[in-house]
């Protein structure tokens, strides 16, 4: 996925006019694919070797999955451009078919994300999930082997990986609100510099927007990938409608905002909005999640 990211992010520099070389870097994130990812070694796993080559000057950008992209970064580096979105909604893909509604009381649907398990506990408490790791293609399999009844993934990946014309339900966006910055790619580079102007030349000013309110509601309220939040910003009637929300680890209780902010102030009002969705108990739910998986 990330080597197909890459290639997505070179082809829209080579329409600008510039000319790219490829770089592969291997990261933690990609190696210890045997453990959930809240339990490696903090935020940021899949960033923070390429940020070193990078302050190192090997390579002048770099390219991520824009969710995986900490909200606390080295003050040298800077979001050169985002990508234009595709679709930041989730999807259910199962073994025989069934809907979400459909699939059997104690069905097993694998997923690695913590936002994502308490969401689907909240709807279908009955259900059992169980930690997938893998690129897509190696979950697809295990789903094939009988390993998970289903899988919830995102639909961004399956149709960048080419995967879009099989049987899957795209989940509801009100009810799986997706997480920040979800189907987003982004370039990083070392502050101004020629890679940082060049970069410039493909960023996606409204996507830019809705994903940097996404962000500064993420940072607000606090607790990183171990916390389940999710947060999605919408340009519609001339602002951005924004839905956040942050879960207990069990889905059984959660607070949520939903509100429309002026999109030439989007960064003050979602800090705002973020700073509500703590006092309305977001941030007693950070807590409580931050303990539990300390103590695991």
Known sequence: MALRQTEMAMAELSRAGVDALLCVVKTSGDLFLDRPL???????VFCREIDEQMLLGKIDLAVHSMKDLPT???????????????SPFDILVSRDGSRLDELAAGAVVGTSSMRRSAQLRRERPDLRISNVRGNLQTRLR???????????????????????????????????????NQGTIV???????????????????????????????MERVGGGCV????????????????VAE???????????????IPADDYLRSALELGKRLAEMGGAK????????IGSR
Do not use: C, N, W
């Open 38 to 44: 809240h339990q490696l070694s903090g935020q940021g």
């Open 72 to 86: 606390k970064r080295p003050p040298e580096l800077g979001i050169a451009a985002v990508l234009k979105r595709d």
């Open 142 to 180: 295990k789903l094939d082997e009988g390993g998970y009844d289903a899988l919830i993934l995102a639909l961004a990946g399956l149709q960048r990986m080419g995967y879009d014309d099989m049987d899957y339900q795209v989940l509801d966006g009100e009810m799986f609100v997706p997480s920040a």
């Open 187 to 217: 370039v990083v580079a070392v502050r101004d510099t020629i890679g940082e102007k060049a970069a410039g030349l493909i960023d996606h000013a409204p996507t830019r927007a809705e994903t940097l309110a996404e962000r500064a509601v």
């Open 227 to 242: 916390v389940p939040m999710a947060v999605h910003a919408e340009h519609r009637d001339g602002g951005l409608r924004v």
């Open 246 to 260: 942050v879960l207990s680890l069990d889905g059984s209780r959660f607070v949520r905002v939903e509100e429309m």
């Open 285 to 292: 739910l950070v807590d409580e999640a931050v303990r539990a």
